[in-house]
Nanobody, 120 residues
């Protein structure tokens, strides 16, 4: 079993920055891919960024150039550095992880989410 705990959300003005963290804990052998998703009111959950246990990172088109995902593989923590935030970035941000190097084979886990609100 894997528990994911997010932190770092809050209220920020447009153009500001926030850094989210997600730490994995529990009884597991290895964490594979870790991702950030977000869900705004009335919208579907959207993949924001993804990073493998080997450090291969990708970000979605809507946040490219503004958000950066990174990972402390030794401690199974991922970060989402969010810069130049816009009101449309307002959403609940969820951490996701798979407990296998093969994302199609392992069990999937979700954090409880952290609210990010971008408003003046």
């Amino acid at each position: 079993q894997v528990q994911l705990e997010e932190s770092g959300g809050g209220l920020v003005q447009p153009g500001g920055s926030l850094r989210l963290s997600c730490a994995a804990s529990g009884n597991y052998f290895r964490i594979g891919v870790m991702r950030w998703y977000r869900q705004a009111p009335g919208k579907e959950r959207e993949l924001v960024a993804s990073i493998t246990d080997g450090g291969l990172a990708t970000v979605g088109d809507s946040v490219k150039g503004r958000f950066t995902i990174s990972r402390d593989t030794a401690r199974d923590i991922i970060y989402l550095q969010m810069d130049t935030l816009k009101p449309e970035d307002t959403a609940v941000y969820y951490c996701f992880a798979v407990d296998s190097p093969d994302p199609d084979r392992g069990d999937q886990y979700w954090g409880q989410g952290t609210q990010v609100t971008v408003s003046s």
